[in-house]
């Protein structure tokens, strides 16, 4: 028989998205005249802006000319891409990144999922409860976590980071042993975003430990409080201690052409070896880059016609996570997040669990969501709705939340 990694076994089936649609076709089944809004999804709606556009028809019609046919792409990624990236993502913010320190990629779902390659199979993850959910899931495949309670809902060699109304959300420093810590900010799920200060304190810690830190920035460009870093970088000392991840997802519209990269730092070395080095390595063993023409729709975004388009897109989610925000708050419900983040972690009324608030939000106000369980432990009680839906059907989801009130979602 062929040994094959038994650790996939462990891991519990992925039920969250499945079960929400299960639920909504079950009750669309029964009321088929319901007109259910969606304001559970991760996706964007808007589609891509104009200067993206012109930049993939300009790239397609130069793969069809001999002269400027273009094959295989750099597996670190073209220096045009790289070099846009090192002067808008960090020299402007005063961040000291060369571009042969950003590796390109496909998303930084791969990216958050393939990083953790770099470390030993007995390294100790740290990750956020709530937490997104392939941080976790990708050290199971490789090993590094140990059992599963089910009644917990912990892996045995995983130390948790709970992040709750008691800390605004804001992850502690474990005192466990641990040696890779990821964080996201602005926060996925709770939309909640780390201050400078709270992520210099992890940054001072990495470099006094040993510690390396995975810093998801995926949600960046939501960002609108003065005192939230856009980088990692702005902390000082993150050089010796901290990767990056970026995405074109969520700030661009990326989410159906693949686009994001990941920096790792020249300074960061453990137990004599060069991340960045190690990291090169293994994009150039593994992956074959991201298409020419996406990588010139991704220069696009840093132009000053894409910058102005972007801008006007992300001011549309950013005003349906203030409308879910406002309508929520005069409804009389407690919400955080929203504010640098494009999703909004509302806490369930008279203490019903995520579930049972799904199915009451489902039932009265014919609103789906997603239940802040499925992020983990610390979600329950908790509930995540996005900006990413369509002004419109935002603006009637808390017309309607707000005409039933607040007692309507009780029990
Ligand atoms: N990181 C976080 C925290 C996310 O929420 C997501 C997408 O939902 C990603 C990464 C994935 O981004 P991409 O579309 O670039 O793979």
Known sequence: MTPVNTEFAKLPGSYLFSTVAKK????????????????????????????????????????????TFRGYA????????????????????????????????????????????????????AVCDPVYPV??????????????DKETQKWSRVVYMPCTEENNFVPMIPAERHDVIYLCSPNNPTGTAMKKADLQRFVDHANETGA?????????????????????????????????LRSFSKNAGFTGLRLGYTVVPKELERGGLSLHDMWARR?????????????????AVYSAEGKAELKEQLSYYQNNAKTIRDGL????????????????????PNNLNSWEFFDLLLDKARI????????????????????????ENTV????RVNSLGLSHFMA
């Open 24 to 67: 909504v076709a079950a009750y669309t089944a029964e009321h088929p005249d319901a007109e259910i809004i969606r304001l559970g999804i991760g996706d964007v709606t808007q589609p891509l802006v104009p200067a993206v556009i012109k930049a993939l028809h300009s790239a397609v019609d130069e793969m069809g000319a001999a002269e």
């Open 74 to 125: 750099p597996d670190l990624g073209y220096p045009f891409l790289r070099e846009a990236i090192a002067k808008n993502d960090f020299k402007q913010r005063g961040c000291d990144i060369s571009p042969d320190e950003i590796f390109v990629s496909d998303g930084a779902k791969s990216d958050s999922a393939d990083i953790q390659e770099l470390f030993g199979r007995y390294a100790v993850i």
């Open 135 to 148: 941080y976790v899931d990708s050290n199971v495949m490789a090993g590094r976590c140990g059992e599963y």
């Open 212 to 244: 390396v830190i995975l810093f998801d920035a995926a949600y960046e460009a939501y960002i609108t409080e003065p005192d939230v870093p856009h980088s990692i970088y702005e902390c000082e000392g993150a050089k010796t201690c901290a990767i990056e």
């Open 283 to 299: 994009h150039g063993t593994k992956f074959n880059g991201a298409p020419y023409i996406v990588q010139r729709a991704g220069e």
């Open 329 to 348: 708050v005069s409804a009389g419900f407690t919400v955080y997040g929203g504010v640098s983040s494009p999703y909004l972690w509302l806490k369930t």
């Open 368 to 391: 789906v969501g997603t239940p802040g369980s499925g992020f983990g432990p610390h979600g329950e009680g908790y509930f995540r709705l996005t900006a990413f839906g369509t002004h």
């Open 396 to 399: 009637k989801a808390m017309e």
